[in-house]
């Protein structure tokens, strides 16, 4: 039901009363704005890093650092704090969590350390951001029924949308003609817009029993969470099974029978999920509330939805890794121009985010879902061919496009299809499941496709200098000098490689000059060949995926649990 009493569908949405539409959307309209700052706040983040290395007088790995803590926080945070929705206001959460954001944005903005900037920026942003993910799909789910919550959830991947695409242009732009302070201390503002419409929300909870936190379960989902991403961020340097090079930690070695770090920590992640499972299910049979309910877990509508869902973000995740480093280091794109580059894939999502929920009337949403995996598919198999010395911001627009057109098409229905297929009662949970995965898919794809294309480039690298200096060596000596050239010098973005290049003899200059160019080309190539993969995969896993998206009323009495609270009661007893 709406906020204001009236049905759904009826005339408040129609009504020439402002008010009232606004408080209908104005749920909707919080949670899209929240996504949205966040959004900005980590592509700002990521273009201030050369600045920020030069102002705090350290080095990018201590910059980059924080920003992956920001991320780990967030998925080691996310399960537990999804589940505040259930047993709190939705109202009240929201608005705490959104001023706990507000102030570590502060906190960030004032840094004068890179201490205070990981207390700001990473951990206390951080650990806001991991309450407010979850709750913007649990939100929308409630709030919403049939078209509306199509609309709202196409809403949503719009705005996501548009900031990636404002991100890196304004972020650039304070930090190039302003400080990237600014970057921080404008969300500020963003905060107090959004605080006007959360005002809208619901005050009751999602149950009306309130159940303590399983303590347990949160220890086990933290464990695991934590241990997957530092496994797959650790893949790309340490490998992933066998070690490339020694991993040290304050001093002491640790690889133990030659075997990379990754290997450990992964592993202790996939046994603690396992034994969250288990510890769930006990849990469960006992009469207490677990943290996620097992029937979430094995209502397949769903999983098959978080798991499109997580391949998705894999892609995702890999491709603005790669493109954006390929634009400036071998085109020499600018943040901006780069920015500019993005565009029609920009555009093209927001559109067809936001205009193509509704089409489920006439097309199936796994039909829509599966024609925007092939334009995902054609738009990288473009870019592909396109690859090399002539490519042009106008020559990448239709395929940027056609990539940008499948990216919305799918997010205009996964979301909904995938919160849909579980209870209300249920929704902040399934909430935390479908973003915690959504969270280690990210990582994952950083880590495969980001350590493929590094993998690749400073291969190619290595290669042209030994056919330059008709040098044969074994594959064992071959991989110890791309080691070797990893460790010794970053070289795989333009200002590296110039800074690099300006120590060699104008001829050395002039030899490296051209090989770096083609290794990029070779490396870019094979990454978007990777990824290409991926969509295939991605396409195999849409098969399981329902055909049209579970009805409400049958969803909700399916599983629901006796204390499950019906949102109509819940809007009725609203103040």
């Known amino acids: 039901m709406p906020p204001d009493g009236s049905p759904p569908n009826g005339s408040s949405r129609f009504s020439p009363d402002f008010k009232a539409r606004v408080k209908y959307w104005a749920p909707a309209i919080a949670v899209s704005l929240t996504t949205f700052i966040i959004v900005i706040n980590t592509s700002l983040m990521n273009v201030a890093i050369p600045t920020m290395v030069d102002e705090f007088d350290t080095s990018v790995t201590v910059i980059q650092g924080a920003v992956a803590l920001y991320s780990l926080v967030i998925a ?113 503002l963003g905060v107090a817009v959004i605080l006007f419409f959360v005002q809208y929300m619901s005050s009751n909870p999602l149950s009306e029993t309130r ?50 770090p990754a290997i450990w920590f992964l592993g202790l ?43 998705r973000a894999i892609i995702s995740a890999g491709f603005f890794f790669i493109f954006p480093v390929y634009l400036q280091a071998v085109l020499g794109y600018t943040a901006f121009e780069t920015g500019v580059a993005l565009l029609p894939y920009s555009l093209a999502s927001i559109l067809f985010a936001t205009f193509t929920p509704n089409w489920r009337q006439y097309i199936s949403p796994k039909t829509l879902i599966q024609a925007g995996i092939v334009c995902l598919g054609v738009g990288l198999v473009l870019l592909y061919e396109q690859t090399g010395p002539g490519q042009t911001i106008s020559s990448m627009a239709i395929p940027m ?20 297929a579980v209870p209300t009662a249920d929704s902040a949970e399934a909430s935390g499941v479908l973003n ?113 998206i579970p009805d409400d009323d049958r969803s909700d009495r399916a599983d629901s649990p006796p204390d499950a609270t019906r949102e109509g009661s819940e809007r009725a007893t609203e103040d």
């Not at 903005?109 to 990981?118: E, F, M, P, V």
């Not at 496009?401 to 849909?420: D, E, F, R, W």
């Open 436 to 548: 915690v995965s959504t969270s280690i898919g990210y990582s994952l794809g950083t880590a495969v496709v980001g350590s493929y294309f590094l993998g690749q480039f400073y291969g190619s690298v290595v290669d042209g200098v030994l056919r330059a200096e008709h040098v044969t060596v074994s594959t064992e000596r071959r991989n110890e000098l791309v080691i070797a050239l990893e460790d010794a010098v970053e070289t795989a973005t333009d200002a590296t490689q110039q800074q690099f290049l300006n120590q060699l003899t104008p001829t050395q200059r002039q030899l490296l000059e051209g090989i770096f160019e083609a290794a990029m080309f070779d490396a870019q190539r094979a990454a978007l060949l990777l990824l290409v993969l991926f969509v295939l995969l991605l396409l195999v896993a849409s098969t399981f995926l329902p055909r049209q």
């Open 76 to 188: 080691a945070l996310i399960l537990p704090a999804g589940t505040l929705p259930s047993r709190h206001s939705r109202r009240r959460v929201m608005a705490v969590a959104l001023i706990v954001y507000a102030g570590g944005t502060l906190v960030a903005a004032i840094s004068w350390s890179t201490t205070i900037l990981y207390l700001g920026w990473a951990f206390i942003e951080g650990a806001a951001a991991a309450v407010l993910y979850p709750l913007t799909y649990t939100e929308l789910r409630v709030s919403y029924d049939g078209d509306d919550r199509a609309t709202a959830f196409g809403l949503l991947a719009g705005v996501s949308g548009v900031g990636g695409t404002l991100g890196p242009i304004i972020g650039g732009a304070l930090t190039t003609y302003a400080s990237w302070r600014w970057g921080f201390a404008i969300q500020l």
């Open 269 to 311: 992640g996939f046994l603690a999920f396992a034994a969250f499972i288990q510890y769930e299910r006990r849990l469960q049979r006992a009469g207490t509330s677990p943290l996620v309910p097992l029937h979430v877990l094995t209502n397949r509508p769903f999983v098959s939805g978080v798991i499109t869902y997580n391949i």
């Open 211 to 260: 159940s303590s936190l399983d303590k347990g379960g949160t220890a086990l989902s933290i464990i695991g969470s934590t241990s997957l991403v530092i496994g797959f961020l650790l893949s790309g340097k340490y490998g992933w099974f066998l070690e490339r090079r020694p991993f040290a930690v304050g001093g002491v070695q640790f690889n133990p029978f030659g075997t990379s």
């Open 401 to 420: 496009a056609l990539y940008g057109a499948g990216v919305g098409l799918i997010l205009a229905q996964i979301s909904n299809m995938t919160m849909s």
